[in-house]
């Protein structure tokens, strides 16, 4: 599954933003600016961010917006996705800047940052939907995890996010039952 840099980009933005809605036994990792900042330093945006408590609460509104396309399948995912479009008003443009080859913003640069994050994260699921790759959109198979990613991986058996070292702690857990079992 190949897309481009920012549709990936996009997708990372929005499974990040996704998984800091609260979990079964985690409380809500978006909740101050420092954590807007953490969200920042790993999901770059350019234009105007303010770091204040209503882009906090802004994003946190549009986060359950987001988190409704890994409930959904390709075919369920298109109207909310247009109504994402929609409701951001996206204008898609093509831009060059900051190091970035060309790329694609769906709202001017001082659009609040929720409103550029949810037409972002719309057009990447454009990307998604269109190439049929939808089975890649996954929530983690762990027990104890409600985390979602999407699937890079070359021939789509991912089963784990990877937010909290699913894999390997799921991979313990199995060999510990074996041995106990007697079987590993």
Not at 26 to 47: E, I, M, S, W
Not at 102 to 115: F, K, Q, V, Y
Not at 133 to 159: H, M
Request: charged share 25%; proline share 3%; hydrophobic share 40%.
């Amino acid at each position: 599954m190949v897309f481009t840099p920012d549709t990936r980009q996009s997708l990372a933005a929005v499974v990040n933003l996704v998984n800091t809605l609260p979990g079964a036994a985690d409380r809500d990792r978006l909740q101050t600016v420092d954590d807007l900042d953490a969200f920042l330093v790993v999901n770059p945006y350019t234009g105007s961010i303010h770091r204040t408590a209503g882009t906090i609460s802004a994003l946190r509104d549009v986060r359950g917006r987001l988190h409704a396309l890994w409930e959904v399948d390709r075919v369920g995912a298109v109207p909310l996705v247009n109504e994402m479009l929609h409701d951001s008003g996206a204008l898609p443009q093509l831009v060059i800047h900051d190091g970035y080859d060309w790329h694609i913003h769906a709202t001017s640069d001082d659009a609040p940052l929720s409103t550029r994050i949810l037409a972002e994260g719309a057009m990447a699921f454009v990307d998604v939907i269109r190439s049929d790759e939808y089975d890649r959109i996954r929530v983690c198979s762990a027990d104890d995890c409600e985390c979602v990613y999407v699937d890079y991986s070359r021939n789509g058996s991912k089963l784990y996010c990877d937010t909290g070292n699913c894999g390997n702690r799921m991979n313990v857990n199995a060999y510990r039952a074996r041995k106990a079992r007697g079987t590993a």
